[in-house]
T-cell receptor, first 111, second 113 residues
Framework: RKEVEQDPGPFNVPEGATVAFNCTYSNSASQSFFWYRQDCRKEPKLLMSVYSSGNEDGRFTAQLNRASQYISLLIRDSKLSDSATYLC????????????FGTGTRLQVFP | DTAVSQTPKYLVTQMGNDKSIKCEQNLGHDTMYWYKQDSKKFLKIMFSYNNKELIINETVPNRFSPKSPDKAHLNLHINSLELGDSAVYFC????????????FGQGTRLTVV
């Protein structure tokens, strides 16, 4: 089983739509969770950290379910500029400096 | 005012050659990393240094040798390049004060021919 699993997509959605991505992780002892965004041929950039209580940043909402080892990202009112690959990231429970990346979910927002 | 910068951005070289990639960060972070992103876009950690000390060394061929002359710099030297080394190599940095969230350089696209 992969350490971090994501549906690769692509998710093709119209502008203004709400879209949700899910991610599962294998090690229940993991402590830190993130969503990164990667545009085509660019570096990954931190989108948001994910906290147990859930957190929101504008149109983006992240949720963590430790019991199910499941992380989600919800994007409301999708914009064309949201088109990118969204990477689910979990820190290793054995070495918190080590980030383990999922393979990413590709989002394409069309007009 | 680039935070994490890598050079070169593109590198095309022949099999068997030796090449280096340089990385510098001006964020004052104490931890630096090398990641490899292969053709399937899978991003995987290779090495990590904290205050010039090697703390993560994943299963990487010993043809790859990182060097950290100070905590703002982490270079990657690759000997005897092989076709399978073609990938995008990302440098990143973080600070333990803020947790493991990492800031990435723009990447070095290495093509071995």
């Amino acid at each position: 089983r992969k350490e971090v699993e994501q549906d690769p997509g692509p998710f093709n959605v119209p502008e203004g739509a709400t879209v949700a991505f899910n991610c599962t992780y294998s090690n229940s002892a993991s402590q830190s969770f993130f969503w990164y965004r990667q545009d085509c041929r660019k570096e990954p950039k931190l989108l948001m950290s994910v906290y147990s209580s859930g957190n929101e940043d504008g149109r983006f909402t992240a949720q963590l379910n430790r019991a199910s080892q499941y992380i989600s990202l919800l994007i409301r009112d999708s914009k064309l500029s949201d088109s990118a690959t969204y990477l689910c990231v979990v820190s290793s429970p054995y070495n918190t400096d080590k980030l383990i990346f999922g393979t990413g979910t590709r989002l394409q927002v069309f007009p | 005012d680039t935070a994490v910068s890598q050079t070169p951005k593109y590198l095309v070289t022949q099999m068997g050659n030796d090449k280096s990639i340089k990385c510098e960060q001006n964020l004052g972070h104490d931890t630096m990393y090398w990641y490899k992103q292969d053709s399937k876009k899978f991003l995987k950690i290779m090495f990590s240094y904290n205050n010039k000390e090697l703390i993560i060394n994943e299963t990487v061929p010993n043809r790859f040798s990182p060097k950290s002359p100070d905590k703002a710099h982490l270079n990657l030297h690759i000997n005897s390049l092989e076709l399978g080394d073609s990938a995008v190599y990302f440098c990143a940095s973080s600070t333990r004060d803020r947790g493991p969230e990492a800031f990435f350089g723009q990447g070095t696209r290495l093509t071995v021919v």
